[in-house]
C-alpha cells in the first residue's frame, strides 16, 4: 500500500465526518470549522508527528461545542452559487471571482521533494511538518517514513532502494541518542532554565545536526490555504510536472477541493482551458531543457562561495531614497531622482533615518520605498537550508535538480561528536543509490539524496523583502546552516554593493552564535505556557 491508512472508532470517525472531506486518504479539506480553529490546528501541525485528523480528536474536539453542526451541510445554495459563477467567470472571465473562495487543505505523507512543488505559490499560505520538531526514528504503518514510489518498488531496483533508504533511517536512528547526548554535555542546563525548555532545545540541536542523513524522500505533511484562483494555478503546473507523485497528488487535491469549491475549480481538466494550459507548461520546460541541453553539455561548474551576490544596483540607495521623497512631493519621478543625487551626505542620511524610524523589533519595516531596489544571489548550500529559505514567497527563487553533484559538509556538532565516520557512511550510500536509480528513474533519483547534500538556487528579492528574509533567518532560533546564509547576505548589501543604509536598516539581523539554538524561543515559550 503506497499510504499508510488511518484508522478511526465508529465514533471517531462520527466525530470527524461534518470536517474533513475524507477520512482515509492522504489529502483531505478541511470545512464547517470557525477559521480560527484551522488556523490553529495548521499551526499546532507543523510540530507534531500526528496526522491533522487524529490531532483534531485529540487536541480540539473536546473544546468545540459540535451539537449544533450535524445539520451543517455545506452544499446548501452550492448549487444557484454554482450557476452563477459559471455565467460571472465562464461567460466573461472575472478571475477575481475565484480570489474570493478559499480552502485549508491537508497534504499528508508528501515526499520533501513535492514539498517544494507544493509551496511553489507566492499568494499562498503553507505550514510544513518541521525536521526539528519531529523524530524520524519512529515508524508509520510498521514502515519508515519514506516515499516508496510504485514505479521504483515494481522494478528490479525495488528491493535496493528499500534495504538503502532504511539503512540511512537506521543510522539516523542510532545515532540521535548519541547525539542528544552529546548535546546535553557540551551545553549544561542552567539552575534557572525550566527541565522541559532545556530538553526540547537540546533534542532539537541534535534533530538539527542529524537532518542531513535524512534522504529527500522522507514524509512530510503540509497545511495549505489557498483561494480558488491559486489552487488552479498550483494545480496546473503540478498536472504538467514530471514528477509522478505531484501528478498523483495533484489528482488526490482536485478531487477533495471540488468538495468544497467546486465551482472555482472547472477549468483545471477541461481540455481546452486547463489541459492546454498544463500542456503549454510541459512543453515550454521539455523543449527548453533540451535547447540548454545542447549549449552547455560541455560545461562544468566553477568555484564559487556559497553565497554570491549576482546581480544589484548601484544608484540602489539613490533610487530608495527618491522612492521615500516621492509620495510627498508633486514631481516627476526623474526630477525627485535628480535632486536627490544632488543632496549633501548629512541630508541622506537625516531623510533615511526619518523613513526608517526607531525599529522596537524586526516586525516594524519600512514601507515600499525599500522595495525600489533589489539584490539576486545566487546560492550552494544543502537542501535542508534550501527547504527552509524556499518557503519564502515574496521573491523569486528558481532551484536546479537536487543530485549529490555538489557534494556535502558534515556539520560541526556532527564531528564534535565522535559521529562523522557513520554520517560519511551514510552520504556514501545515498550517492551511490542515486547512481543506481538516476539513468532508470531520472526524477524519482532525487528521493535518494540525503539532505546534507547542496544545491544551487538563486534568490531574488527587493531590499524590503530582504530585510524580512535575513532578519527572520538570521534569528539565535533558526538552524545554524541558514543563518549563515543570511548572514553572508547581509554582509554583501553592506560591503559588496555598498549599500551601507540599507544594511544598517536592517538592524535586527543577527551575526552571533547563539549555541544552543532553541533555548531562548523555548524558554519564551514555557513562559508563557506558566503565564496561563
Known sequence: MLYAAETFTEGEQAALRPYFTNLDRPVFALVNLPEVVKGALFARYSRSDKSLRRLFLDEFAGDLDLSGDRTVDATVGLERAEKLYERVFLEYGDDSVAQLGGVHLACEQASN??????????????????????????????????????????SPLGAHYVAEMDRLFDTYASLLPRMTAWA??????????????????????????LRGILPAATLSNVGIFG???????????????????????????LEELRKAIPSFLTRVDRPDRGGAWSNY????????????????????????PTVVLSDYDPDGEDKILAAICYPATDLPEDQVLARVRRLPADDRVRLMLA??????????????????TAYRFDVLADYGAFRDLQRHRMLTLEWQALTPRHGYSVPGPVADAGLEAEYVDAMNRSAALYGAMVLRFPQQAAYTVSLAYRIRFVMQMNAREAMHVLELRSGPQGHADYRRIAQEMHRLIAEEAGHHA???AMRFVDHADPGLERLGAERAAEERRAAH
Open 113 to 154: 521533494v513535492l514539498t517544494k512543488i507544493l509551496e511553489w505559490g507566492r499568494l499562498m499560505s503553507y505550514l510544513e511538518q518541521s525536521t526539528r520538531y519531529i523524530r524520524y526514528d519512529t515508524r508509520l504503518g510498521g514502515r519508515y517514513r519514506y516515499r516508496r514510489d510504485p514505479a521504483v518498488i515494481g
Open 227 to 253: 483561494t480558488g484562483q491559486a489552487y488552479e494555478a498550483l494545480l496546473l503546473r503540478m498536472r504538467a510536472h514530471p514528477l509522478p507523485e505531484a501528478r498523483d497528488y495533484a489528482a488526490m487535491m
Open 281 to 304: 507548461l510541459q512543453e515550454t520546460r521539455e523543449h527548453t531543457a533540451a535547447v540548454v541541453g545542447r549549449l552547455f553539455s560541455d560545461a562544468q561548474p566553477e568555484p564559487r
Open 502 to 504: 540599507v544594511a544598517e
Open 184 to 209: 546535553r554535555e557540551r551545553y549544561p542546563k542552567a539552575p534557572d532554565d525550566p527541565d522541559f525548555a532545556y530538553q526540547q532545545a537540546t533534542r532539537a540541536k541534535a534533530l538539527d545536526a
Open 355 to 372: 523613513y526608517v524610524g526607531e525599529r522596537a523589533n524586526r516586525r516594524h519595516r519600512p514601507g515600499r520605498a525599500f522595495e525600489r
